[in-house]
């Protein structure tokens, strides 16, 4: 039996939803973009008016949202940004999302930023400093926060433990959630050469509030996660095993650059539904 997730009222299933970008913002102020949810960048609608937020209070009419910030800088050492943390306290209370995700990584020191999603090195220190940030971000938001996987493209010397053990302990000690992205595993896993179907056999499916899908780029050396890509068929057996492990848990397409129509999307999202059913027959045929 499958271990209950931890406080599901805090990420409950929405089903399969796809990322919300403005090539398909017409389609959401028409109402002919129909999704079970959508994820939008919390960074984006952090503004005091304007057509982005039209669209998403139109968005919110039709199907639950998701708001998924890439700033919080969970393991960076530089203090937490009060500002921040009240708009996005400010979005959360005007549009009730379902729940919100950041990264577990640092992009700024000393107030310069980085611009990307960095890794951590996996260290005590580095646990007790990520779980720390977790908790007051989820003291000022007054809600669990689900916390993501990154792709990564370096390692440090100083790690002690592999990534899912300190994902695992960053989500229990911080008490919030996981946002597995299973294509930062397999572009992870083939940069650093260990195995992903030990990642994902290995994540606390008790904290699994949601999956991420996506494509990547090949660069020859090492695979580069530009969500630009279909998702490739490892990427959707990593899904499968996520669910076999996890249970029903809510997925989303990610898709940033070069957007197919949004047809194609909800294609990709049909997909996640039918491997899904898959999984809880099988599961309900051996019980």
Known sequence: MRAPHV?????????HGVGLRPPHYARILDGTARADWFEVISENFMIRGGRPLQVLARAREQAP???HGVSLNLGGVDPLRADYLDELAALIGRFEPAWVSDHLCWGSIGGHYAHDLLPLPYTEEALELVAS?????QERLGRRILIENV???LTYRHSVMPEWEFLNAAATRADCGILLDVNNIHVSAHNHGFAAAQYVGNIDPARVGQIHLAGHSDAGT???????HPVIEPVWELLRMALERCGRV???IEWD????????LAMIAERARVIESQVLSADSRAA
């Open 257 to 264: 650059d070069r957007i197919p129509e949004f047809e194609d």
């Open 250 to 252: 809510s997925t989303l």
């Open 65 to 67: 949202i998701v708001l």
């Open 133 to 137: 940030r977790i908790a007051q971000v």
């Open 151 to 153: 792709s990564s493209y």
């Open 222 to 228: 090492h695979l580069v996660d530009t969500h630009d």
């Open 7 to 15: 406080a599901m009222n805090d990420f409950p299933y929405i089903g």
